[in-house]
């Protein structure tokens, strides 16, 4: 069945830098588009960053405002990963991660376009 671990989380400094990874099984993963989620407490799951299924497809990325110039998602094909490297952390970016796979080459940060999910990967930005 699909499966989605997230790992890669952690505590760090304001200014700091982590590198999530999201390693997947269960499917075929040039045909899935995969997203990157988070869920900060008392606030709605919100979309980060999303890649394109790469058969058929292009490969695109697309990331939401707040992250844009300071996260970049890539998928590793040979390892079935999909890592999000996030740059510049604010406090703000404190949340649960998630990663989420959908079959497609659509790109797409809305929760609701996401079958599968892992169990998420805490991120604290704190000094």
Do not use: H
Not at 71 to 81: A, E, G, R, V
Not at 94 to 109: F, H, K, M, N, R
């Amino acid at each position: 069945q699909v499966q989605l671990v997230e790992s890669g989380g952690g505590l760090v400094q304001p200014g700091g830098s982590l590198r999530l990874s999201c390693a997947t099984s269960g499917f075929i993963f040039d045909f899935y588009a995969v997203g990157w989620f988070r869920q900060a407490p008392g606030r709605e799951r919100e979309g980060v960053a999303c890649i394109s299924g790469t058969s058929g497809g292009d490969g695109s990325a697309w990331y939401a405002g707040p992250v844009r110039g300071r996260f970049t998602i890539t998928k590793d094909n040979t390892n079935d990963t999909v890592i999000l490297q996030m740059n510049s952390l604010k406090p703000e970016d404190t949340a649960v991660y998630y990663c989420a796979a959908e079959p497609g080459t659509g790109t797409s940060l809305n929760t609701n376009d996401y079958t599968y999910w892992g169990q998420g990967t805490q991120v604290t930005v704190s000094s």
